[in-house]
């Protein structure tokens, strides 16, 4: 196996790997995985692969989930669809920097993503590294956020768009998790800035060393949030990944955020994802 870093930050291209034949072979799988923590975003191309082996291969990391807004695979749980089309509008939710499924209690630990079909210009996909996002943070920012909690909301996101009665429905269902704005990696240890867009405020914001007077407390929490929120726009942290039918990205949740380019209408865009169950951030 050839291991290409892309750039300074994060992101490397496999070659001399088949994912069919990984999803049998459990020791290239510890292969990956020890490179998947090193580099948080893996990319592979040329993976002619069944949607058995896609998902075989997602599994070895841990349990797959479904989404409960886009629809899965109906012979493959947990592989879900994200199909665009000239006849389906933008939806608004992956062309913002984000971490998959926040708002879960147990946000995914990562997820595997096949392009089935794509634009021949455009579409591609950027990550970001939260670990060297929350390193290179003033060290005063650091002390202020270092106890800060964050609610995390998929009514205001995905059910944003919703009639009134599906939006509290999907709340009930799920309501808004709490984590931590600066979690620890639970496999490395690192230290990693864990607020994106699925995130609405802070729950412990208003203290006396934060606040002097009530009316601190909304501009201070919300320019802070989008502060922090912003920092995955910085290049320097990122990569950037053209797609072609049959590449792979494989991505840590957990460090990392993403965006999905919405620069291809009027074209399709087909793609398959396997999201793997994380655990409790702390």
């Not at 455009?122 to 005063?140: C, H, I, K, S």
């Not at 797609?243 to 460090?255: E, I, L, T």
């Amino acid at each position: 196996m050839k291991v290409e870093p892309l750039t300074c930050a994060l992101g490397a291209e496999l070659s001399n790997v088949d994912l069919g034949v990984a999803s049998r072979d459990p020791a290239l799988v510890a292969e990956i995985r020890a490179l998947l923590l090193k580099h948080r975003v893996l990319f592979f191309r040329d993976q002619d692969i069944t949607r058995a082996e896609h998902v075989a291969f997602a599994r070895h990391f841990g349990d797959l989930e479904d989404h409960p807004v886009a629809g899965s695979d109906p012979d493959h749980p947990g592989l879900v669809r994200i199909y665009k089309s000239p006849d389906a509008p933008n939806d608004r939710y992956e062309n913002a920097w984000h971490t998959d499924a926040t708002w879960r209690e147990k946000p995914p630990f990562g997820c595997v993503l096949r392009c089935v079909e794509c634009p021949p210009v455009g579409g591609d996909t950027m990550w970001a590294n939260m670990v060297l996002a929350y390193e290179r943070l003033p060290e005063p920012v650091k002390t202020q956020i270092a106890d800060l909690r964050a609610r995390h909301s998929i009514e205001a996101s995905f059910g944003a768009a919703m009639p009134i009665d599906k939006r509290l429905a999907l709340h009930a269902q799920f309501p808004d998790a709490e984590h931590p704005v600066v979690r620890t990696h639970p496999e490395t240890g690192e230290k990693i800035l864990f607020v994106n867009a699925f995130a609405t405020h802070f729950t412990n914001f208003h203290t006396p060393g934060r606040v002097r007077f009530g009316q601190d407390a909304v501009p201070g929490a919300s320019q802070l949030l989008q502060y922090l929120i912003s920092q995955a726009q910085i290049p320097e942290y990122q990569v950037r990944f053209r797609w072609k039918p049959n590449s792979v990205a494989m991505w840590d949740n957990r460090s990392t955020q993403h965006y999905a380019v919405m620069d291809y209408a009027p074209c399709h865009r087909k793609m398959e994802r396997a999201g793997i169950v994380g655990d409790v951030p702390y």
